[in-house]
């Protein structure tokens, strides 16, 4: 635990002993009054690095000096693009080179693992999800089984917490997969709710899920580049993730791909397959016949978004420079800070309630306040006070204070101004 003081000194001598202080100069921030703006909202979209605008040019002059020779070509040649991230994927989620790849963009990517993973049968057709998980992944999971002929109501089990409480216990969660049984074929659970900003236990829940006999994946939307992860050492089947939020690598970025190799090295595994896909020995060659990669590209399509992968590169290079231990270090400072403050206003003032976990071990960086009729006001209080964070219907704030670029003055100033509402 961390023992922190209520004032501007205090949270500036906190940046001042940052290790990670200089990361931040490396990011745009919006401007309010021709100052930063606090923005806490890099669980939604993160901000852009500096390097990125340097790397798309450089594509781009890639592009406009060889042409299409420009996959062969040149240091980084497109044919071999992806295999420039996959280091720097690999040791983002604790998993071997051959279990990553980057491709498509992330629900695609899940409807593509769960045809390879959700294989159901008349005894074991049910999947597992956290109630009010982000919309695609209902959406997703939804359509997955209705393609398989079954019901909605029926196959799809959803994790509820308990009567008055907001987040999931991670005994009722191990509990329901143990009851579910035989009748499981998947559980399929984001690793951080995007809602509560609960971060669930993926190691445990993998292992139950395996001793229910079922497959185990899961969405990284929101634990990707914020919680240090060991997918491979967990023994998790398969993940997916996107890039734009705290990997900050723009809208609408590339998506990321865990697959086990054991099941990478499977070419049996039914899967829908693509040319970029095919064995890169001779995918050239146009033969006819799918002979899938090892590991994880086997499932790749199409030949990379080679703009939106550069920006993403320039991110994932700094994540490898700066490691998800330094990180998370600093996160749970940064976020044990906010919740240190925001607590002590929920005590004093009513105006709202913390829905994240108080466990500085069961979130990540985002601080969920569940507010009331009037939680509108104090969001747009916010937003008229240089704050940028993020308003989910019907009625929560949610704030992430990002540790690659976000500061305990950041934090502290966030905290005062609601203190002044």
């Excluded at 999971?141 to 029926?154: L, M």
């Excluded at 865990?258 to 970029?276: I, K, Q, S, T, Y």
């Excluded at 700066?322 to 403050?341: D, I, Q």
Aim: aromatic residues 14%; charged residues 25%; hydrophobic residues 40%.
């Amino acid at each position: 635990m961390h023992s922190f003081e209520n004032n501007l000194q205090y949270a500036l001598s906190m940046d001042q002993a940052d290790s990670l202080k200089d990361q931040r100069a490396k990011f745009h921030f919006p401007k309010f009054e021709n100052k930063n703006c606090i923005y806490f909202c890099g669980n939604s979209l993160g901000l852009q690095p500096f390097g990125v605008e340097e790397a798309l040019l450089y594509e781009l002059k890639h592009w406009q000096k060889y042409g299409v020779e420009g996959h062969f070509e040149g240091k980084m040649p497109w044919k071999s693009y992806h295999h420039f991230l996959k280091p720097q994927s690999a040791k983002l989620v604790g998993a071997k080179e051959s279990e990553v790849t980057v491709m498509n963009v992330l629900t695609v990517n899940l409807h593509l693992m769960m045809v390879s993973f959700y294989r159901p049968t008349k005894q074991r057709f049910k999947i597992i999800m956290e109630g009010g998980a982000f919309p695609s992944d209902q959406y997703a999971i939804e359509s997955q089984v209705k393609f398989h002929g079954f019901d909605p109501e029926t196959a799809i089990v959803e994790l509820k917490p308990r009567n008055g409480e907001h987040y999931l216990r991670s005994e009722d969660i191990l509990s329901k997969i143990k009851e579910e049984g035989d009748s499981v074929a998947l559980v399929m659970m984001g690793g951080v709710n995007y809602y509560s900003g609960q971060y669930f236990d993926l190691e445990n829940i993998t292992k139950a899920g395996h001793e229910a006999g079922a497959i185990v994946g899961f969405d990284l939307a929101h634990a990707a580049g914020n919680l240090p992860l060991q997918l491979h050492d967990w023994n998790v089947d398969f993940a997916v993730w996107c890039s734009y939020k705290y990997l900050n690598s723009g809208p609408g970025g590339p998506s990321g791909v865990f697959v086990h190799e054991r099941h990478g090295n499977n070419p049996d595994l039914p899967r829908f397959a693509g040319w970029w896909g095919y064995r890169e020995s001779d995918r050239f060659e146009m033969k006819k016949g799918f002979v899938p990669m090892e590991g994880a590209d086997g499932w790749q399509l199409s030949n990379a978004q080679i703009f939106s992968f550069a920006a993403h590169k320039v991110s994932l290079d700094m994540f490898e420079s700066v490691g998800m231990e330094a990180l998370r270090a600093k996160s749970l400072k940064l976020s044990g800070y906010l919740y240190f403050l925001l607590n002590k206003i929920e005590t004093e003032k009513g105006i709202f309630k913390i829905i994240s976990p108080p466990d500085e071990n069961s979130r990540g960086a985002q601080i969920s306040l569940l507010t009331d009729d009037k939680g509108k006001d104090l969001y747009n209080y916010l937003s008229k006070n240089g704050v940028i964070c993020d308003w989910r219907e019907p009625n929560v704030i949610r704030v992430a204070p990002v540790p690659m670029y976000n500061s305990f003055e950041d934090v502290w100033r966030f905290a005062d101004l609601i203190d002044k509402y």
